[in-house]
């Protein structure tokens, strides 16, 4: 019964300007295996153009691609934009072991099939771009087969940029954090979205940093790249769900639950054209990294055919700080 009063909140919660997309898409819900319940955007693809699968990362929702919709079905391309896992108006499981990346992608899967939907240029943002980033210090790999070692990581890219990129992960790890995050929502969110990107480097990557902003209730400046209206709707998202199932998704990782053994090294190379975008200020997805797992996966053949570009005047939220030129970049894929 809560589980259902809650959905219901949501999805009222979130309409006003969701829906804004409502003259180019529609908002579907779809149940797939597990007993989960996903929402996601749809607007078809006309003229024989492609369709664009659009993941978002943490800790937002679909609502993250409001720009990309807008600019891609303008032309004519088609977008599924789902509300992953533990986010927006889909299905929110407090069970870590439902948040492997092998069972989420299953569910998307599942939604391209309901949909009729056989090929997508797929973009993924932060987390589904984040296994290619691994690269640093593991062989690049879908699906991890060893369990993260964030002390490796932290110390490899302290040495390299001055601050380690994972130092946040321990806390997320922490077993109050999701309501740690609750209790300074706004304190949580202005770190997350930024108005100067650098501020990541001193508060969020070094291990410890991001509950002690928390715990102080600190807040940053706002950022010019979104208005008031956007920040109430992501707001409403976000504290509408609560941060346990998108903190699920680290745990996950960490409790190594994206190891697959049935995954073998054949499938894992990607015969596609694969493109990295980075943002030039992006204290986490450096573009030093995403030029490393594209040099390495050129040289193991598992990414045979791969490009960076750097967005520059971006942080991490690069599609909504340089919404023209991330979109402009995504249309180029077509064909
Ligand atoms: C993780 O990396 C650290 C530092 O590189 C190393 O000392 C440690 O043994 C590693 N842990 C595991 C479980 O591999
Ligand atoms: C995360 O927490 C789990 C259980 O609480 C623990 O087993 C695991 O070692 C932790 N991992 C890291 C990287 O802190």
Redesign the pocket.
């Known amino acids: 019964m809560l589980g259902i009063r809650k959905l219901t909140t949501v999805l009222a919660a979130v309409a006003p300007s969701a829906y804004a997309l409502a003259n180019v898409a529609t908002v579907k819900t779809l149940a797939v295996s597990g007993g989960h319940t996903y929402s996601y955007t749809i607007a078809p693809s006309s003229y024989g153009r492609a369709t664009y699968l659009l993941l978002h990362g943490f800790p937002s929702s679909s609502y993250d691609w409001r720009h990309t919709i807008r600019a891609l079905t303008a032309e004519s391309f088609g977008v599924v934009a789902p509300d992953l896992l533990g986010y927006g108006a889909s299905s929110k499981p407090t069970a870590v072991e439902e948040y492997s990346q092998e069972k989420i992608s299953g569910h998307v899967v599942e939604i391209l099939q309901h949909e009729g939907i056989s090929g997508v240029v797929g973009v993924g943002h932060d987390w589904y771009v984040f296994r290619h980033k691994t690269f640093l210090a593991t062989p690049y790999s879908p699906v991890g087969p060893?369990?993260i070692?964030l002390?490796?990581i932290n110390?490899?890219t302290r040495s390299a940029f001055g601050h380690p990129i994972y130092g946040y992960w321990g806390f997320f790890n922490e077993t109050d954090a999701a309501s740690v995050m609750d209790k300074h929502h706004e304190s949580f969110t202005s770190l997350l979205y930024p108005g100067d990107a650098a501020i990541w480097k001193t508060d969020v990557c070094p291990v410890g940093s991001l509950r002690k902003w928390l715990d102080a209730d600190k807040k940053s400046s706002k950022p010019g790249y979104i208005t008031d209206g956007e920040w109430s709707t992501h707001d409403s998202i976000m504290l509408g769900g609560g941060y346990t199932g998108p903190l699920n998704w680290y745990r996950a990782a960490m409790a190594g639950l994206n190891r697959s053994p049935t995954l073998n090294t054949a499938r894992q190379s990607i015969n596609k054209r694969v493109i990295f975008i980075s943002g030039a200020d992006d204290a986490v997805g450096r573009p030093e990294l995403a030029e490393q797992t594209a040099n390495t996966g050129r040289k193991s053949g598992l990414l045979p055919d791969v490009e960076t570009f750097v967005v520059p005047n971006a942080g991490h939220w690069l599609q909504i700080e340089q919404s023209f030129r991330v979109s402009t970049i995504l249309k180029s894929l077509d064909g």
């Open positions: 060893s369990p070692n002390t490796a110390t490899q």
